[in-house]
């Protein structure tokens, strides 16, 4: 059984930057697609960004693209989401997620469909 874990959420002004965090255990991740989602109050959760299984690949969702950066760290099983230019409407619980793994490195899910592991998300409040 695969676990994920974020945490890095708080509090920030807009214009404020925001690291988070996905501390995965339980199994390896390391030939696994991962993402990041978010869902705002009264929203559908929907797609951020997402990272080849080796990192060279990355895909963002038009909203972020240019302030947000996915990377990972295989050798410590780690995810990581940097955000940077905050604005209120990124305001959300923001969501780790990886795929079963054993993908081509140009494999870039972007539905929640194609992810088999979720974390318990962390919150991310951006006040104008």
């Known amino acids: 059984q695969g676990q994920l874990v974020e945490s890095g959420g708080g509090l920030v002004q807009a214009g404020g930057s925001l690291r988070l965090s996905c501390a995965a255990s339980g199994r390896s991740f390391s030939t696994s697609a991962m993402g990041w989602f978010r869902q705002a109050t009264g929203k559908e959760r929907e797609f951020v960004a997402a990272i080849s299984w080796s990192g060279t690949n990355t895909y963002y969702s038009d909203s972020v693209k240019g302030r947000f950066t996915i990377s990972r760290d295989n050798a410590a099983n780690m995810v990581y989401l940097q955000m940077n230019d905050l604005k209120p409407e990124d305001t959300a619980i923001y969501y780790c997620?990886?795929?079963?793994?054993?993908?081509?490195?140009?494999?870039?899910?972007?539905?929640?469909?194609?992810?088999?592991?979720w974390g318990q998300g962390t919150q991310v409040t951006v006040s104008s």
């Open positions: 997620a990886a795929n079963r793994g054993g993908s081509r490195d140009w494999y870039l899910p972007r539905h929640r469909a194609e992810y088999a592991y």
